[in-house]
């Protein structure tokens, strides 16, 4: 009689601390045993060759999502989960994007209406906070957290959604009492706004513009204050897409001084660059994101900031409008100025194999960072650790079997996402993902679908440690308690 459901032999398993040779016994959708020559399972998989990696987790996704210009995402959260699925990737976490004057419960409430008959990977939601009233920052912010949504973002720039830094300091308190994680997009709106305005009254408003008016110093000024209002809070918080060496320093600096700032950065800053802005007519168009990629030398900047643990987290940022559709990039028409473009690329299919084959496969990243980087780490960050982001016993049994020697040239006929391009077309690379279990169950296979929608279950994340101040000020008052004496202690004993 089997012992197990699922027996996933002779693999190389791949973890954030080890590598080793063992099987995998799983039991009602979680991992039963790690160890060698486990006894027989109704199901097997021979992983001989291969490397098996936790599935990944891609904790920065825009899915099913109007943008603050007011176009929606191509992917909905059926397409944009098979995507993932095929990519190795088994848990996303996307936004509950609330505008002004929008409830923030009824924005939960109207995402999961979207998710829950389509998703077909697991999946838990960041809140997005553009009005920060009374009500939200009072009652509806601290409930949703006690209720699993444990982290949000908040904006530094774009008309609809920035705060301003008072109102970020009071978010910020929120999640200081609350122990919720802040993720930061961080570039200065009115550089952006100023520039953009100089430019277009210029005549100059192609696509490769875009890149100019979101100039390095705007996300260098914006991740430098951040860092600094969180600071006098004392509440950690995560940069996300960062995409300067001028931005990274900040953060590299900032844990230098003992801060617990966390960054995250992502493909388009690794693979693109300022010189794809600038293709022929409105190709352009197709890499448009904020901040936007930077120049050649940049990449390896980036690079090192990965190598270095300056980045903690490798996540898509995937937010897709297709090209040739009046509904994405040309909604205003097409040669509409680039202040008019939907801003974002695509990318959460090929996200983790992107750094396999660069990172691991050349040698940049050992394979225990390259595991920390797709899924651990935001695992931890998020809340979802050990259930999530891990092989260990008691685990999900989420796993991605690589296959590192196949060849995959990227084309977006292969891909599964709903998109009408990829940046990364034409791109060949070495390793891929050729098997993606989810709780011990095959969702992608050989480069095909076979989960179906529904499947994903959502996920209520848990306060993380990550988010545990430090206990200093850097002034002796305590906002929280209005105490002197209390806050003036903390400093001296640092």
């Known amino acids: 009689m089997a012992q197990y459901d699922l027996v996933v032999r002779n693999g190389t398993l ?12 799983v039991l009602a959708g979680r991992i039963a045993t790690i160890g060698a020559k486990l006894s027989a399972g109704r199901r097997e998989i021979n992983a001989e060759g291969h490397i098996v990696t936790p599935g990944g987790v891609d904790s920065h996704c825009h899915i099913e999502q109007r943008s603050s210009m007011g176009v929606m995402t191509a992917d909905d959260f059926f397409t944009a989960t098979r995507s993932a699925a095929c990519g190795g990737t088994t848990t996303v976490i996307p ?12 924005v939960v409430k109207d995402y999961h209406a979207c998710a829950g008959a389509k998703a077909s990977v697991d999946y838990a939601f960041h809140l997005i906070i553009s009005d920060p009233t009374d009500q939200v920052t009072g009652q509806e912010l601290p409930a949703l957290i006690k209720d699993g949504y444990t982290s949000f973002k908040i904006y530094m720039t774009y008309d609809a959604l920035k705060l301003d830094d008072r109102q970020i300091l009071e978010v910020l308190s929120v999640a200081r009492r609350e122990r919720a994680l802040v993720m930061v997009h961080a570039e200065n709106h009115d550089v952006i706004a100023w520039l953009s305005e100089g430019l277009l009254a210029a005549g100059h408003t192609a696509p490769r513009f875009h890149g100019m008016a979101h ?8 991740t430098s204050r951040a860092i600094s209002l969180a600071e006098l809070v004392d509440v950690p918080i995560l940069i996300v897409h960062v995409s300067a060496r001028e931005a990274m320093e900040q953060i590299r600096l900032a844990k230098a001084g003992g801060l617990k700032v966390y960054g995250e950065t992502c493909p388009q800053y690794l693979f693109l660059t300022a010189d794809d802005l600038d293709r ?6 197709k890499y448009m994101c904020s ?30 409008y297709r090209y040739n559709d009046p509904e994405g990039k040309m909604k205003h028409g097409r040669n509409a100025p680039f202040k008019k473009v939907a801003n974002g690329v695509p990318g959460l299919e090929v996200r983790t194999a992107l750094l396999f084959a660069e990172g691991v496969g050349k040698g940049r990243i050992e394979l225990p960072q390259f595991v ?23 685990s999900d049994a989420d796993l991605a079997i690589w296959d590192p020697d196949k060849e995959i040239t990227i084309t977006q006929s292969t891909l599964h996402d709903a998109m009408d391009y990829t940046p990364y077309e034409g791109k060949t690379i070495k390793g891929w993902p050729v098997t993606t279990l989810m709780r011990g169950e095959t969702v992608a296979e050989g480069g095909e679908f076979i989960g179906a929608p529904g499947k994903g279950r959502f996920l209520k994340c848990d306060i993380s440690p ?9 002034i002796a008052f305590d906002p929280e308690t209005g105490s002197i004496e209390a806050a003036k202690q903390a400093e001296d004993s640092h």
């Open 466 to 474: 990550a988010t545990v101040p430090l206990g200093r000020r850097t």
């Open 14 to 25: 791949a973890t954030a601390s080890d590598v080793f040779r063992a099987d995998i016994g």
């Open 372 to 394: 920390a980087l797709t899924a651990t780490n935001a695992a931890k960050l998020y809340g979802l650790y050990p259930r999530k982001g891990t092989l260990a016993v008691g």
């Open 95 to 106: 936004f509950a994007a609330q505008y002004r004057g929008m409830s923030l419960r009824q």
């Open 280 to 285: 022929p007519g409105f190709e352009g168009a």
């Open 215 to 222: 100039a390095p110093i705007a996300e260098r000024e914006a």
């Open 291 to 320: 901040p936007p990629p930077r120049d050649k030398a940049n990449q390896e900047v980036i690079w090192q900031g990965l190598v270095s643990g300056v980045f903690d987290v490798f996540s898509s940022d995937h937010a897709g």
